[in-house]
């Protein structure tokens, strides 16, 4: 995008998240900034889309299938606690498909495109990058979790999160790398990295606030 540096639009997202820190940190301003939490990923979204290279019938096809097995793996988890354990979502993040929000496919799509772009840029062979990549999306759940159950995105039955989500998440994170992977799945973005760290930074500092 030449008409707009993505350092703009970095710099632009990590206000836009550091403004979310403190209205969700503020008990009086978080029901706003929670109802928020949607609009945000699909803005973070829709910018991460607009500095994607190249677009292509697979690469489209690649997305699908992950933001397809997201939500079916979810779904399905809802229903019976299988693969990750007992939980269930609230009504932040908006219309649900038997029980899992469409969000939560899109999420899942966002993050494993920013760690795939992220791993490619690394100087590993193949089996290493799906390693690495499936290890940073466990530590990025391990981030996310205490803040979502305290917001109220989902809660857990039992005794709280089971070793069995992470153990999950690293499964499903390495399948859909190695996917992309074996299908030969070239792309380029430079907002991604800076993304993904902005989403650490947010949720690191959320887990220190709420």
Do not use: C
Not at 184 to 202: Q, S, V, Y
């Amino acid at each position: 995008m030449k008409w707009l540096k993505v350092q703009y639009v970095i710099i632009f997202l990590a206000i836009i998240y550091f403004t979310g820190v403190l209205g969700l940190s503020s008990e009086g301003w978080r029901p706003l900034f929670r109802s928020l939490t949607p609009y945000n990923l699909l803005l973070s979204a829709g910018l991460l889309a607009l500095y994607h290279r190249p677009w292509s019938y697979r690469v489209f096809l690649a997305f699908s299938l992950v933001f397809i097995g997201g939500m079916v793996a979810e779904i399905y988890g809802v229903d019976t606690g299988y693969i990750f354990g007992h939980y269930t979502y609230g009504d932040v993040l908006g219309v649900k498909v038997l029980g899992t929000p469409l969000m939560i496919g899109i999420n899942w799509l966002m993050l494993i495109y920013m760690v795939y772009v992220i791993t490619s840029s690394m100087v590993l062979g193949w089996l290493p990058r799906i390693i690495t990549g499936a290890f940073m999306m466990v530590f990025y759940d391990l981030l996310l979790e205490p803040v979502a159950i305290r917001l109220d995105y989902w809660s857990w039955g039992g005794m709280g999160i089971p070793l069995q989500n992470y153990l999950a998440w690293w499964i499903l994170s390495a399948l859909f790398i190695a996917g992309w992977i074996i299908m030969d799945i070239r792309i380029k973005n430079p907002l991604a990295p800076a993304l993904f760290l902005i989403h650490l930074a947010f949720l690191l500092v959320l887990n220190f606030t709420l």
